[in-house]
Nanobody
């Protein structure tokens, strides 16, 4: 399974970006998906996750009210709408996917098997 992110870039503080993620589909595969980020010198951290049905989401506290994760019409795609961006949001953002046996949201990196290469998001002050 390949995971591909797109949509990163450079934006001023207060601006918005929309990240997209698509996982190559296996027959009848369904995916729980998540976004993680890693800033220079820091560990990778959970940002947002959505279960395979799209009915449940979870966010890290620092992005609540600013970021929204959603699934596309295809079960193997997801988006991260990022509003009111701050310089501290600057990081490489990674999309992760997992074929689940549960409807809960996965928030730990170890729960995801498939990862994208990452897309850079830079927020200038």
């Amino acid at each position: 399974v390949q995971v591909v992110e797109s949509g990163g870039g450079l934006v001023q503080a207060g601006g918005s970006l929309r990240l997209s993620c698509a996982a190559s589909r296996r027959s009848f595969a369904r995916f729980a998906m998540g976004w993680f980020r890693q800033a220079p010198g820091k560990e990778r951290e959970f940002v947002a996750g959505i279960n395979w049905t799209g009915s449940s989401t979870s966010y890290t506290d620092s992005v609540k009210g600013r970021f929204t994760i959603s699934k596309g019409n295809a079960e193997n795609s997801a988006f991260l709408q990022m509003n009111s961006l701050k310089p501290e949001d600057t990081a490489v953002y990674y999309c992760a996917a997992e074929i689940p046996n549960t409807e809960r949201v996965f928030t730990a990196a170890r729960e995801y098997e498939y990862w994208g290469q990452g897309t850079q998001v830079t927020v200038s002050s």
